[in-house]
């Protein structure tokens, strides 16, 4: 079935460094979508992104998708303490019958050292 | 608008026992999603359920079901409780099915099986 791979699954950086988490899918994506989950909250949503090669950002944070539409990439420039938490990829692909399928990678954690 | 709302928020049951939980997806959406999370798992999608019929499931016993009320609402319901239930259920509702649209996340419904 499908797969969404994500790496790293952990991630400790100093404050200000660069930061980027990876998500790469066995198949080809109908779009992407990326969560950020605070610790002891609920994942909420960053982004989706839908065309070939897309990049959007959002003041320090990069989100691209690959030509492939299978592979996308979260990076975080200058990292601040309220970054701190783990970032989902989410990929979704048609599963027919009119039914697409969301899949979940399991997420990087970021931990921040101020 | 009011966000997503999953009852109840906390709940302690025994091995053996059955649980329901609800969500009340926002206003106007059709597709609630229920996802296990476990420390170091990640979201493991337990099923997705749009106009009330289901169109996604997750690599659960069939001890895990749900359904979907007319008026989108949904519960799921674990039957015969084992302790490697014990979890963070959370609830997603969207406007549009399988990741077509973004997951708005309720606060989850945290359960301790003992």
């Known amino acids: 079935g499908q797969q969404v791979m994500q790496i790293p699954q952990y991630q400790h950086v100093q404050e200000g460094e660069d930061f980027t988490t990876y998500c790469n899918s066995s198949?080809?994506?109908?779009?992407i979508q990326w969560y950020k989950q605070r610790p002891g909250g609920h994942p909420v949503f960053l982004i989706q992104?839908?065309?070939?090669?897309e990049v959007k950002k959002q003041k320090r944070l990069t989100f691209q998708f690959g030509e492939a539409k299978k592979n996308s990439s979260l990076h975080i420039t200058a990292t601040q303490t309220t970054d701190v938490g783990t970032y989902f990829c989410?990929?979704?692909?048609?599963?027919?019958?009119?039914?697409?399928?969301?899949?979940f990678g399991k997420g990087t954690k970021l931990s921040v050292i101020p | 608008k009011a966000g997503v709302t999953q009852t109840p928020r906390y709940l302690i049951k025994t091995r053996g026992q059955q649980v329901t939980l609800s969500c009340s997806p926002i206003?106007?959406?059709?597709?609630v999603s229920w996802y296990q999370q476990t420390p170091g798992q990640g979201l493991q999608f337990l099923f997705e359920?749009?106009?009330?019929?289901q169109r996604n499931k997750g690599n659960f016993p069939g001890r895990f079901s749900g359904r979907q009320f007319s008026n989108s609402r949904s519960e799921m319901n674990v039957s015969t409780l084992e302790l490697g239930d014990s979890a963070l259920y959370l609830c997603?509702?969207?406007w549009g099915q399988g990741g077509t649209g973004e997951l708005f996340f309720g606060e989850g419904s945290r359960l301790t099986v003992l």
């Open positions: 992104l839908v065309k070939s090669g």
């Open positions: 198949t080809t994506l109908s779009n």
């Open positions: 989410a990929g979704s692909t048609y599963s027919g019958a009119g039914s697409y399928q969301l899949t």
């Open positions: 997603a509702s969207s």
């Open positions: 359920y749009f106009s009330e019929t």
């Open positions: 206003s106007g959406h059709r597709s």
